[in-house]
């Protein structure tokens, strides 16, 4: 089992910038890759960047490719989403998702465990 505990959402205005972090405890971290996907109200739960287990692959999805920065520290058992230049549209909430695989999806069906999520909400 791993444990997946989200922090750092909140509300900020537009243009600004926050950054998630994901705290990973249970079986080693670097045994998983780490992927961020998010849910805006209304509309199904949809990726957003993963990173492999050594940090050396990632992958974003278009709409955040040059703003979102995935990162992760395996000493601090930690995931991290730095989010720029935010837009009303990035407003959902946003679950860190862990992959036994180890390497780099965007597709669910591939993380076996999940966080509870932060709200990011992002204000025009």
């Known amino acids: 089992q791993v444990q997946l505990v989200e922090s750092g959402g909140g509300l900020v205005q537009a243009g600004g910038s926050l950054r998630l972090s994901c705290a990973a405890s249970?079986?080693?971290?670097?045994?998983?890759?780490m992927g961020w996907f998010r849910q805006a109200p209304g509309k199904e739960r949809e990726f957003v960047a993963a990173?492999?287990?050594?940090?050396?692959?990632?992958n974003y999805a278009d709409s955040v490719k040059g703003r979102f920065t995935i990162s992760r520290d395996n000493a601090k058992n930690t995931v991290y989403l730095q989010m720029n230049s935010l837009k009303p549209e990035d407003t959902a909430v946003y679950y860190c998702?862990?992959?036994?695989?180890?390497?780099?999806?965007?597709?669910?069906?591939?993380?076996?465990?999940w966080g509870q999520g932060t709200q990011v909400t992002v204000s025009s």
């Open positions: 990173i492999s287990w050594s940090g050396g692959r990632t």
């Open positions: 249970g079986r080693t971290f670097n045994n998983y890759a």
């Open positions: 998702a862990a992959d036994s695989t180890r390497v780099v999806h965007a597709t669910e069906s591939f993380y076996n465990y």
